[in-house]
């Protein structure tokens, strides 16, 4: 079973600054099973990226996904204050879905 | 407009059966795999698992053994049957449908539901 670790747990930025995310997976994975969501309170996680680095409909271009085999990071290149909120990583394999535990980024 | 609407109660006794639908509008149920997420309180999401609309399912190996899953193409509507709940069962509740691209699965949930609350506690 892979597991993801993001760090770090809470990110402290001020509006206009850049954000970057970590998602690390417990073994080697395919980057086009790999999804970053964002929820904010009250609300369903909303996809962001999908396949690594694919931008979902809608989702503007401030938001970048890179990485591969077991390193993968989500970048807000300048913070709005509709971004705080908690970022979670998923990868799916094997017809299973696991979900990291997810990285709040609060207004420093 | 596309929507996944979940429905269901809001409390349920321990080692009673948890049960939820969703409904489905704007788009055919047909295609897709349905999944059910959960997530407690303060914690990230958990997947219980999907429903094909032929009623092939797969759940996650953590539930397994409490968990059913189905489906009514002429309701579009999907089930989810999670039995001898306890407290720590309970979570707020989505449904989630598996995206497609062009024809081809994204491998990501592209619309959800606005999620319920379940409640488990006598």
């Known amino acids: 079973e892979i597991v993801l670790t993001q760090s770090p747990d809470t990110l402290s930025l001020s509006p206009g600054e850049r954000a970057t995310l970590s998602c690390r997976a417990s073994?080697?994975?395919?980057?086009?099973?790999l999804t970053w969501y964002q929820q904010k309170p009250g609300q369903a996680p909303r996809l962001l990226m999908y396949g690594t680095s694919n931008r979902a409909t809608g989702i503007p271009d401030k938001f970048g996904g890179s990485g591969s085999v077991t390193d993968f990071t989500l970048t807000i290149s300048r913070l709005e204050p509709e971004d705080f909120a908690v970022y979670y990583c998923q990868y799916y394999d094997r017809s299973l879905v696991t979900f990291g535990g997810g990285t709040k980024v609060e207004i420093k | 407009q596309v929507s996944l609407q979940e429905s269901g109660p809001g409390l349920v006794k321990p080692s009673e059966t948890l049960s939820l639908t969703c409904t489905v509008s704007?788009?055919?149920?047909?295609?897709?795999?349905w999944n059910w997420v959960r997530q407690p309180p303060g914690k990230g999401p958990e997947w219980i698992g999907y429903v094909y609309d032929s009623g092939t399912t797969k759940f996650n190996p953590a539930l397994k053994s409490r968990v059913t899953a189905s489906v009514d193409t002429s309701k579009n509507q999907f089930s989810l049957n999670l039995n001898s709940v306890t407290a720590a069962d309970t979570a707020v509740y989505y449904c989630a449908r598996w995206g497609k691209l062009g024809g081809n699965a994204i491998n990501a949930y592209d619309l959800w539901g606005q999620g319920t609350m379940v409640f488990v506690s006598s």
């Open positions: 073994q080697s994975v395919r980057s086009d099973y």
């Open positions: 704007g788009v055919s149920i047909n295609g897709y795999y």
